[in-house]
T-cell receptor
């Protein structure tokens, strides 16, 4: 069964450092997303990506965040200068069209120290 | 504005009890989609069901059933004869509109209900 894969599963970084979270969405999917879940809280939408550009973003997705699909398979989330409050589980998701089931990766737990 | 409310923060039941998880949503769109996801202690998000706004038929899948009522903007989830393996956080989510209306399909999640099933 096709699945979304994320790497690494856990990353610890120092405050102020840049991190890149990686995702490989399902190959024939067209819509890609990043979500964030701070420990014990709800899952929050960060950004959607369609046709090689950002299609929608939330208030959380400020200038320190960026996304890329550099090679047609990987989908990355970059946080330029991490803060303590960026510590969270980050989920990548993809689907084939709007309104269909979004397939989620297993998440990357980011810990900023 | 779109919103999903799961008023029950935590529910604890004994194995074999039935349990219903409530979900109330708000949206101005006439086309929308509702979802339930399960998040077990291992942390991944597992898709359970999807419903579109034009299909109010209730659904049963094994021990799981869903009751979608547009009149009350609710999409409730019932587990019959609960088992310890059902212990997880359950999220209800809403996706508004369709592609032609400009929607990008992002999900708006409720805060989740933590279900604990004790043996």
């Amino acid at each position: 069964e096709p699945e979304v894969t994320q790497t690494p599963s856990h990353q610890v970084t120092q405050m102020g450092q840049e991190v890149i979270l990686r995702c490989v969405p399902i190959s024939n999917h067209l819509y890609f997303y990043w979500y964030r879940q701070i420990l014990g809280q709800k899952v929050e939408f960060l950004v959607s990506f369609y046709n090689n550009e950002i299609s929608e973003k939330s208030e959380i997705f400020d200038d320190q965040f960026s996304v890329e699909r550099p090679d047609g398979s990987n989908f990355t989330l970059k946080i330029r200068s991490t803060k303590l409050e960026d510590s969270a589980m980050y989920f990548c998701a993809s689907n084939s069209r709007v309104g269909t089931e979004a397939f989620f990766g297993q998440g990357t737990r980011l810990t900023v120290v | 504005a779109q919103k999903v409310t799961q008023a029950q923060t935590e529910i604890s039941v004994v194995e074999k009890e039935d349990v219903t998880l409530d979900c109330v949503y708000e949206t101005r769109d006439t086309t929308y989609y509702l979802f339930w996801y399960k998040q077990p202690p291992s942390g991944e998000l597992v898709f359970l069901i999807r419903r579109n706004s034009f299909d109010e038929q209730n659904e049963i899948s094994g021990r799981y059933s869903w009751n979608f009522q547009k009149s009350t903007s609710s999409f409730n989830f019932t587990i019959t004869a609960s088992q310890v393996v059902d212990s997880a956080v359950y999220f209800c989510a809403l996706s508004e509109g369709d592609f032609y209306g400009g929607s990008q399909g992002n999900l708006i999640f409720g805060k989740g209900t933590k279900l604990s099933v004790k043996p």
